[in-house]
C-alpha cells in the first residue's frame, strides 16, 4: 500500500457519495481502513458475540429500507450493534456474581446477554440504526418523533424518554465512539480504488452489483463461513481450535471487501475475474488463493452448486 500522509476523518469519506472521492483522499482512507482493519483482528475479544446473523441483520436491512436510510447506514448500524453487544457481554462477565447467585446464572455466554438485555434488545438495535442515520450527510437523519412512529407501526410503543435512554445506553456501551468502518465501506473504497489502477475494469457497473453480493454474504454469513472453514481445513468437522482460530477470518473486512468485488467481478465478466483477483491482490496483500476460495464458496452459495474455479 502507499505510504501513509495523514489519518483522515470517516466523515471526510461518508460525506461523499461513491465515485466522488478525490485520489489522494481515497488512497489515505483506505491505508486508514486497513489500519483499522488490522488493529480490530489483533485486539479481538475473548467474548466475540457474533450478532450479524441472519435475523438480525435482515431487520436491520428492513429497518434501513422502510425509513428510506442508505444500506451505508444499515452496515454501520450492524457494526455499531456488535461493539455494543460484546463491550457489553465483557462488563457483565467482569461483573462479580453474587453471592448465592451463582445457580441462577445462565449457563453460557449467549444466555447471558439476553437474559440481562431481552427485554432492551429491540430498542438497542433500533438505537443503532438511529445514531447510524446521523453520521452521514447524505442520509435521513431518524429523528424521535419519527423513531416513536415506526416502532410503534411495528408494535413497540415507546416513549421518547425510553428512546433517549437507550441511546445513551448504547453510546456508553461504545464510549461515544462511532467511527466504526463497516464492510460497505471497505467494499466501496476498495472499488474506487480498483477502478483508479485499473481504469479497463467497469467499477461503475460493478458498483450495485457489489452491494447486492454483500447484501447476500451478510445474509447467509453463518452458513458462507462455516463453508469457507471446512474448505479451509479440509475438515467436515472442524475443532473448537479450529473455530477459535478461524474467528479472525470471519472479522475480516478487508477479505470481506476483495471477496465480495471478486464474486461481483465473475459475475459480470469472468474474463476481466483474474484481473481483479491479481489488482486487488496487489493493493492489500492478501494472495490470491485466500481470494478465490472467498469467492468460490460464496458463488457456490448463490448458485447452491459448485461453479467454476476462479
Not at 442515520?133 to 408494535?155: E, M, P, T
Amino acid at each position: 500500500m502507499a505510504e501513509r500522509l495523514c489519518p483522515p476523518s470517516q466523515n471526510d469519506a461518508a460525506g461523499l457519495k461513491f465515485g466522488q472521492v478525490p485520489f489522494e483522499l481515497l488512497r489515505d482512507f483506505l491505508i486508514h481502513l486497513n489500519d483499522k482493519n488490522s488493529q480490530n483482528l489483533r485486539s479481538l475479544s475473548e467474548c466475540v458475540c457474533d450478532l450479524k446473523h441472519g435475523r438480525v441483520v435482515e431487520d436491520i436491512f428492513m429497518i434501513t429500507r422502510v425509513l428510506g436510510l442508505d444500506p451505508l447506514a444499515g452496515y454501520h448500524a450492524i457494526a455499531l450493534l456488535q461493539r455494543f453487544m460484546v463491550k457489553h457481554l465483557t462488563d457483565l462477565l467482569s461483573t462479580p456474581t453474587p453471592q448465592g447467585g451463582a445457580a441462577q446464572q445462565p449457563t453460557t455466554s449467549a444466555d447471558l446477554i439476553f437474559d440481562k438485555l431481552k427485554d432492551r434488545f429491540p430498542l438497542a438495535v433500533f438505537s443503532c440504526v438511529q445514531l447510524a442515520s446521523k453520521l452521514f450527510l447524505y442520509s435521513h437523519i431518524v429523528d424521535n418523533q419519527r423513531a416513536v412512529s415506526f416502532l410503534d407501526s411495528v408494535g413497540h410503543s415507546v416513549s421518547k424518554q425510553a428512546l433517549l435512554e437507550s441511546e445513551l445506553m448504547v453510546l456508553k456501551g461504545l464510549e461515544f465512539r462511532l467511527d466504526v468502518p463497516n464492510p460497505l465501506m471497505y467494499v466501496e473504497t476498495l472499488l474506487e480504488v480498483l477502478g483508479h489502477n485499473e481504469p479497463s475494469v467497469p467499477v461503475e457497473h460493478l458498483h450495485q452489483l457489489c452491494r447486492d453480493v454483500l447484501q447476500f454474504i451478510s445474509l447467509q454469513r453463518t452458513a458462507i463461513y462455516d463453508s469457507l472453514l471446512m474448505m479451509t481445513t479440509q475438515c467436515g468437522s472442524p475443532s473448537r481450535k479450529q473455530r477459535e482460530k478461524f474467528v479472525a477470518v470471519t472479522e475480516d473486512c478487508m477479505l470481506l471487501g476483495v471477496g465480495v468485488i471478486a464474486v461481483a467481478a465473475f459475475i459480470f465478466c469472468v474474463s476481466t475475474c483474474r484481473q481483479v483477483i491479481q489488482e486487488l491482490s496487489n493493493v492489500t496483500g492478501i494472495s490470491r488463493k485466500s481470494i478465490c476460495d472467498f469467492a468460490f464458496v460464496t458463488l457456490m452459495h448463490i448458485c447452491d452448486t459448485a461453479p467454476p474455479a476462479v
